[in-house]
């Protein structure tokens, strides 16, 4: 189950919200807990085992985590619980990745059938990258002090299973958590605020994301003759802002889902393509993760506190993870080096030559940079994403007389390049903060404050609707996390 699909718009969520509002405050959180299994089983009824598994695990250990006394066996508990993490975490997402570069190297070393291995394709559970890391940041923040061990088994299941950020993160730390798994509360403005926020991230997925996605599945499909350099800069740009809005859309909906149980959940996204670097451009995409690779691998690496070698050494091996944490490929992994290459060299003699540079010119390189990455994470295949590029810069020409761009592009795909450009920038949101300040200004119960409010709820109200038309009509609704 998915937040855009009719099954949870219009009985999940509604039935839960319902039972949440009517249960008492002893029994909310059982009943969160049993509405995210269920919501997890309905997509995934074969592996709600490993779920409660890894739950069951990842409690025992904080539990032991506690109780340990030296620090020599604490450390020794704390590798046992990330190991068993890890190793659950590869069976089920790398076997077969590790399975087949090994069959491609033994063959490129002519030892033949013999040394390959044949593993059955393994389905990947949905989700499991995000509740995983989930539960190595509470094993690790329970030994480094920096949150409470977590007796109740209760309390720790619903940390790691609760339904709004189970399949698509925000990756959510427990300290900041865990007095709201104990006691919470819910007012009509934070109940009104998560209802506008989930109905944002709503629109921006089935209104913005999914026209785009579209035009993109269509032109990375043509085959390599028939792609000429207009409809592989338009798939190149679609994509771009189809992975952000569909991807800050769930975290959108995920942070407003939180607020409507009374749970706060950390910003994911802060306008990423008006970076000016790369660096930058990690310090507002998908915050949860790369501050999660920070905190649990860069810094215990070293860091930048062993010479310019070393942290440039600790990048690329933060980033080559960082691409498998996307996916089980080799696109995946070159996308994770290409982007730990380049902030190593920002972290060198290039970063201060960037910071001198006009700023235009510096937002230039970074999006640049950064579409060059997306073609490489949305190519089937490292071939088909130089070939893309290729014809992107024109070291390659089409066979065949090919299609203009404008062919790709209707009205709806119009608008949503046209809104999705203005709105992945600041302006739409510094206009809504400089209305409410106004609005504040003048006093909560004049005229303009009831003008404001009533313009929010019709453009909420709105949004709703068409969101809620494009997800009962639309047969074109992809879940781009799978692999996650």
Request: with cysteine; aromatic share 14%; proline share 4%.
């Amino acid at each position: 189950m998915v937040f855009s699909s009719t099954l949870f718009l219009f009985f999940f969520l509604p039935v839960v919200l319902g039972a949440y509002a009517l249960a008492p405050r002893g029994a909310r959180n059982a009943l969160l807990l049993a509405a995210s299994l269920v919501f997890y089983a309905w997509g995934e009824a074969g592996y709600v085992l490993l779920l409660l598994g890894s739950i069951v695990i990842n409690h025992a250990v904080g539990l032991r985590l506690r109780a340990g006394q030296d620090t020599s066996p604490r450390r020794g508990v704390l590798a046992l619980g990330i190991a068993l993490n890890l190793i659950l975490l590869g069976a089920f997402k790398y076997a077969n990745f590790a399975a087949d570069s090994w069959n491609v190297m033994v063959g490129a070393m002519g030892l033949g059938s013999a040394a390959s291995i044949e593993l059955a394709p393994i389905h990947l559970p949905i989700g499991i990258s995000f509740f995983t890391f989930q539960a190595i940041s509470y094993l690790v923040d329970v030994h480094r002090g920096h949150a409470p061990v977590e007796r109740s088994l209760l309390r720790v299941a619903l940390y790691i299973s609760l339904f709004p950020q189970l399949i698509a993160g925000p990756i959510v730390r427990f300290a900041s958590v865990a007095s709201a798994l104990r006691e919470r509360s819910v007012d009509l403005a934070g109940y009104h605020a998560g209802l506008r926020r989930f109905v944002r991230g709503l629109a921006k997925k089935m209104l913005i994301a999914n026209p785009l996605g579209e035009v993109a599945d269509a032109i990375f499909a043509l085959p390599p003759g028939e792609l000429g350099a207009q409809a592989a800069w338009l798939g190149a740009v679609c994509y771009a802002l189809q992975i952000f809005f569909d991807f800050s859309g769930y975290s959108d909906m995920a942070i407003g889902l939180g607020r409507l149980f009374g749970f706060t959940f950390p910003e994911n996204f802060r306008f990423p393509y008006v970076a000016a670097s790369i660096r930058e451009f990690w310090r507002r995409w998908h915050i949860s993760l790369s501050t999660w690779f920070r905190d649990y691998l860069y810094i215990p690496l070293g860091g930048s506190r062993r010479g310019g070698a070393r942290t440039a050494l600790n990048l690329l091996v933060v980033f080559f993870l960082c691409g498998l944490w996307h996916g089980a490929s080799a696109n995946f992994v070159v996308w994770g080096l290409f982007h730990g290459a380049f902030l190593a060299l920002e972290r060198g003699g290039f970063g201060r030559l960037l910071a001198r540079a006009w700023r235009p010119l510096r937002h230039g390189y970074a999006l640049l940079v950064v579409l060059v990455g997306w073609v490489v994470f949305r190519a089937e295949t490292l071939p088909q994403a130089l070939h893309h590029l290729a014809v992107m810069f024109g070291l390659s020409r089409p066979e065949v007389l090919v299609e203009p761009a404008r062919y790709y592009v209707d009205a709806s795909v119009g608008w949503a390049l046209l809104v999705g450009v203005l709105i992945s920038m600041p302006t739409a949101a510094g206009a809504a903060a400089w209305m409410r300040q106004a609005v504040a200004d003048r006093g909560d119960r004049g005229p303009a404050a009831w003008a404001f409010v009533g313009a929010r709820l019709a453009t909420t109200a709105l949004l709703l609707l068409a969101a809620a038309a494009s997800v009962a009509s639309s047969t074109y609704n992809p879940f781009i996390y799978f692999r996650f």
